[in-house]
């Protein structure tokens, strides 16, 4: 079935290329993967999916709910975009900042009383990961941390995530460390989602993002938590994670010959964001090398 799926999205982008293809397209001698998967990934749970349709080519632990950190911030963005209020002015309240420093969550920098909108705020929250920029969002969107929690649930309901629950927007253990979970494929099916809104699809996308000092607000400048972005070709996304129980974990998608793929990989290391973003390498490679030989050759 994975050979069959894959060799048709290659069959599907050979003929939008004008490449005349020949033959069965479940062959297993035109993508000779490894049946066993990529080799050595870390990753206590992963998967990886086409980009269209979230159909999971290869995973493991699939099924299995797992804290994801700040991969939980896919869905806060998520909940927001879906409000269609970007311009709203957001206050950033003083208590985001207890909230951060109770588990070491990384921040945005942002000050207490700052005024930023809605759209800002987003990438505060994406690209340097803020929990604070989650909480001022959380506390104008909910309203309060309660109602906008509720709702993130509800998204996930609605999107069918069975695996998926939260109980913070940032994904920090609040109140515990397993109380905000998910599973590989429900993360899958979440990027694919989250990547048909513009927006997000923009924000994620950036490795860095400059807000001018206004009326309300200091200067900021952020910049990407996800190495992919920076270091692996085609890549166009998504979001980093890190908490004790979660490990370094990394949601991505990338686009290679035409060909989206989106994946995950959870708990790759206690220590190591590169650990990660290797993972995410050895996945994608398995996937995108048999691919990419077979197009020239098609040619």
Known sequence: MLHAVVAGVVVGVAAGHGVATAGPTGSSDLLPWSATGPDGVQAAGAALADG???TVLWSREAHTPVPIASIAKVMTAVVVIAANDLERP???????????????????????GEVLTARQLLYGLLLPSGCDAAYALAESFGPGQG????????????????GTQFSDPSGLPEPHDYSTLSTPANLVTLAVRAMTMPVFREIVAARDFFVPAGPGNREHSWETTNRLLREYPGTIGIKTGNTDAAGHCLLFETVRAGIPLVGVVLHSSDHSSIVAKQDAERILN????????????AG
């Open 90 to 112: 957001v206050t950033v309240p003083a208590e985001a900042f207890s909230y951060c420093g109770r588990h070491g969550g990384s921040t945005a920098g942002l000050s207490a």
């Open 286 to 297: 398995w996937a995108y090398d048999p691919i990419l030989r077979v197009l020239p050759a």
């Open 147 to 162: 109602g906008f929690i509720g709702r993130m649930n509800d998204t996930a309901r609605v999107m069918g995530l069975g």
């Open 52 to 54: 269209i349709t979230g």
